[in-house]
T-cell receptor
């Protein structure tokens, strides 16, 4: 079975631009979470979606938004990019998002903002 | 707002047990402890999780103290491929709170 897939793998943008990152969960998983990992730090929670509804949001500005589609894939959008948005963006999926359910991570999208 | 503290780095001899400690003194009664590892900035890989009781699977064992304020991940026979950053995580509802992790180096 395919794991969590993310696209693109790498991306270079300039300040002020916007970016869309994509994630396909493991087949049968209905919950998708997004994380930002800045170099040298652990991943930080951005959003969780379950059945197309936002279930949780981390401490990120409104420039960050996301959505989940009927096939449970998800997009993360970041507007007005800043240099500090350079990071590895990780997507994780789980069956239903409950407290006992394991999240499985994708390989990430590495974003560089110049 | 990390909810866990871990040593920054540790070394372990190949073939020996690696014991990775974690403090989570503010954990609440219904919050799970998860462990993941990350190799070369790939996506984090799930290892094990637990609530109160000790847990064991094919990868590792998780020992949680009775007061749940700390835990230890045990890799029983470390190999070179176990060199990675290991994250101890407290799950609060739907959110995983990662700390800065422990960089484990397995030495031949």
């Amino acid at each position: 079975d395919a794991g969590v897939t993310q696209s693109p793998t790498h991306l270079i943008k300039t300040r002020g631009q916007h970016v869309t990152l994509r994630c396909s969960p493991i087949s049968g998983h209905k919950s998708v979470s997004w994380y930002q990992q800045v170099l040298g730090q652990g991943p930080q929670f951005i959003f969780q979606y379950y059945e197309k509804e936002e279930r949780g949001r981390g401490n990120f500005p409104d420039r960050f938004s996301a959505r989940q589609f009927p096939n449970y894939s998800s997009e993360l959008n970041v507007n007005a990019l800043l240099l500090g948005d350079s990071a590895l963006y990780l997507c994780a999926s789980s069956l239903g998002g409950g407290p006992r359910e394991t999240q499985y991570f994708g390989p990430g999208t590495r974003l560089l903002v110049l | 707002d990390a909810k866990t503290t871990q040593p920054t780095s540790m070394d372990c001899a190949e073939g020996r047990a690696a014991n990775l400690p974690c403090n989570h003194s503010t954990i609440s009664g219904n919050e799970y402890v998860y462990w993941y590892r990350q190799i070369h900035s790939q996506g984090p890989q799930y290892i094990i999780h637990g609530l109160k009781n000790n847990e064991t699977n094919e990868m590792a064992s998780l020992i949680i103290t009775e007061d749940r304020k700390s835990s230890t991940l045990i890799l029983p026979h470390a190999t070179l491929r176990d060199t990675a950053v290991y994250y101890c995580i407290v799950r609060v509802g739907d959110q995983f709170y990662f700390g800065t992790g422990t960089s484990l180096t397995v030495i031949p």
